[in-house]
């Protein structure tokens, strides 16, 4: 099934886009799929501790399953002053 991830502010500057679309088994969760988004984008990884996670705009643990079409936000903590 596929899966539409956005990523924000450092992680969009890392990835080099904001939207992409991955592929995952049938029966996924929000950290099986951070795990394939780390694959992909080493770097991401380094935020996983701080990062929030929204499924179809709405904030959400990691043990969330996802269902095919579903969009997932991940969004690193704000700063600046």
Known sequence: MKIN?????SL???????QLEI????????ESLSKKLYELYPKVESYDSSVRIALNQEFVENDIELK???EVAYL???SGG
């Open 5 to 9: 991830v956005l990523l924000f502010a």
């Open 12 to 18: 969009k500057e890392i990835a080099g886009k904001g």
């Open 23 to 30: 592929e995952v088994d049938e029966k996924c969760s929000i």
């Open 68 to 70: 095919d079409g579903d």
């Open 76 to 78: 690193p903590p704000v």
